[in-house]
């Protein structure tokens, strides 16, 4: 499981789980191979909206918080 952290243009999103792709470095993927399962907490949208930085920690958590929800 990921999380989309940014855009790259039209189809392409960057993805992190904060262990093996760190938020420093993060995967590209194309939308159209991607399943979305569902929204990030607020605070870490807003982060990410805002261009914040957004440390591994907080992916991991949000990763963590949406897969003990499922």
Do not use: C, W
């Not at 243009?9 to 470095?25: E, F, K, Q």
């Not at 963590?64 to 929800?69: D, E």
């Amino acid at each position: 499981m990921y999380l989309v952290i940014g855009a790259e243009g039209p189809g392409i999103v960057l993805v992190a789980d904060g262990r093996s792709r760190p938020v420093a470095h993060p995967k590209r993927k194309n939308v159209k191979h991607l399943d979305f399962g569902g929204v990030a907490p607020g605070a870490l949208v807003e982060k990410l909206a805002t261009g914040q930085p957004v440390t591994d920690e907080e992916v991991r958590a949000a990763i963590a918080a949406r897969a003990v929800a499922e």
